[in-house]
């Protein structure tokens, strides 16, 4: 059943479907507000503040060649805050005046400002809490059996009064669980009664169509051969399967010519009392009911009930994985504006680039001087006649640093071959591991959540110890900590199959 669950439909988009704990409501309550702060609002902060300083660097040495405007120097250089405004007005100016010397790079620092003003909201909507549930089936007599207890069934002998078992006698898939067919018939024997039935259909045929003398484990069965039916029959390479195969899947029926075990829609269950639910029975006759557990009050009494739901908290699988990657397609873009502009930078007899109170001093000292040159006395106009006059009379205000850059020629794609170069082992690793990951993540997350954390993990790990890492013993600790988190989340993740069910 699990394996059937589409974690790509647009349906669950807003559901919780990667849920942990067992949360009381104010627990739940408590860490979904502690994640809409630290990482909704602080994380933005901290981003914020990353794209900021590669912003300055970059724009920096692109007035190198190109002067930019005043506004555009503002927000870069002093305002340094994603808002609304700001994305407004560097959109206006990257149109026109404060253009810069790469309209990649222009768009790259909108789409940025963008994502840092939506990311809390992405970070609260990816993330919430809900009542945890779990997966019942109805019964005939309208009672319940929890869906965990059940277990897929592989065979049910109709005859089985005639080998001292019960008729219609249901024999369960799970190794685990097969003493007591074994134990009915010869408590001395204890043997896989699965095994023994799938070596007697494989030499006598299904639904007892064989009208002569069989043995069943060692003991003489008169004819006709045991009516034993089967259900659905997986391939051995499956890896979903964790036991030998079972006699079936080949089997072509003589009357039909077909093979009726290959149809997963075959699938049946039993539970402890030895009924059994077929896969229709179970779609139609399943239900979802809340975990609840008795509450702690003192003023209960014996005859009162009192009980209080469980939560899970989470993240919705979709909108984590959306946010993923766009997280990673900041960085990688980041990263690549900061190395074109640290190969160029530091202005000659700087230290660092301008910012803060230096800013505002340059920004000042233009601004009078430009106003100078052309006859403007500010103190005599309004502020808005004033940026009136600075967009009409000077195109926006050019602006750029004096100082040269100390390696103005240094090129990236030169530069950044010679690093493909010496680090080609790494980039190999990087993209085998990328290419496992992908679809790994999106086509068979269900079935492998542990390795495609495990992928992921690694494949951001080797990102940043090829983008930080200077020593092999610096690249290996960034590849450790990625497969070391993947690890550990992919485990989380595995764990949920049986809360989910």
Not at 457 to 476: E, I, N, Q, Y
Not at 479 to 490: C, H, Q, W, Y
Request: glycine share 8%; charged share 20%; proline share 5%.
């Amino acid at each position: 059943m699990f394996d059937r669950y589409n974690w790509w439909s647009f349906d669950s988009f807003f559901e919780i479907t990667l849920g942990f704990g067992s949360l009381t409501f104010t627990q739940a309550k408590v860490i979904d507000i502690a994640w809409d702060v630290l990482v909704g609002r602080f994380g933005q902060a901290v981003m914020a503040h990353i794209s900021w300083n590669v912003f300055a660097d970059y724009v920096a040495t692109s007035m190198a060649k190109r002067p930019t405007s005043y506004t555009t120097f503002w927000i870069v250089y002093l305002q340094r805050e994603p808002s609304p405004s700001a994305l407004l007005q560097l959109v206006r100016e990257f149109s026109h005046e404060g253009m810069l010397n790469s309209k990649l790079a222009m768009g790259f620092i909108v789409t940025t400002i963008a994502f840092l003003i939506s990311f809390p909201t992405f970070a609260s909507a990816m993330s919430g809490y809900t009542p945890a549930s779990r997966a019942y089936i109805r019964r005939n007599d309208s009672s319940f059996v929890s869906f965990r207890e059940l277990r897929e069934t592989s065979y049910v002998i109709h005859d089985g009064s005639r080998i001292g078992l019960t008729d219609d006698y249901a024999v369960p898939l799970d190794e685990g669980d097969v003493q007591e067919l074994l134990s009915k018939y010869d408590p001395t024997i204890r043997r896989d009664g699965r095994a023994n039935v799938s070596s007697y259909v494989s030499k006598y045929g299904f639904n007892g169509l064989a009208n002569v003398e069989t043995e069943w484990m060692s003991k003489k069965v008169d004819p006709p051969a045991l009516n034993i039916t089967g259900f659905y029959f997986r391939l051995h390479d499956d890896p979903q399967v964790k036991h030998p195969q079972c006699y079936g899947y080949d089997w072509v029926d003589p009357q039909t010519g077909q093979n009726p075990y290959r149809n997963p829609e075959n699938r049946a269950y039993q539970d402890s009392r030895g009924d059994l639910y077929t896969l229709d029975y179970v779609k139609a006759n399943g239900v979802c009911h809340p975990v609840t557990e008795p509450c702690e009050r003192g003023d209960v009494t014996a005859n009162d009930k009192c009980t209080v739901h469980t939560f899970l908290w989470g993240f919705s699988f979709i909108q984590t994985f959306i946010l993923t990657v766009l997280a990673l397609l900041w960085s990688c873009g980041l990263y690549v504006m900061w190395l074109k502009s640290h190969l160029q930078l530091p202005f000659q007899g700087s230290r660092e680039t301008p910012c803060g109170w230096r800013a505002l001093m340059h920004l000042g000292e233009t601004m009078r001087a430009e106003l100078d040159r052309l006859g403007i006395d500010p103190n005599r106009l309004t502020d808005k006649e004033l940026k009136k006059r600075i967009r009409n009379k000077l195109q926006g205000g050019p602006i750029s640093f004096h100082e040269p850059l100390q390696n103005p020629e240094a090129g990236f794609w030169n530069t950044f071959r010679s690093w493909i170069k010496h680090g080609k082992w790494w980039l190999a690793a990087f993209t085998v591991t990328t290419a496992l990951a992908v679809p790994l993540t999106i086509l068979l997350y269900h079935r492998y959540p542990l390795a495609s954390f495990l992928f992921c993990g690694l494949s951001v790990g080797l990102f940043w110890s090829m983008a930080l890492g200077r020593t092999p013993a610096s690249r290996f600790t960034f590849a450790g900590i990625g497969l070391a988190v993947g690890l550990g989340l992919g485990a989380i993740a595995h764990t949920q199959i049986d809360v989910w069910l």
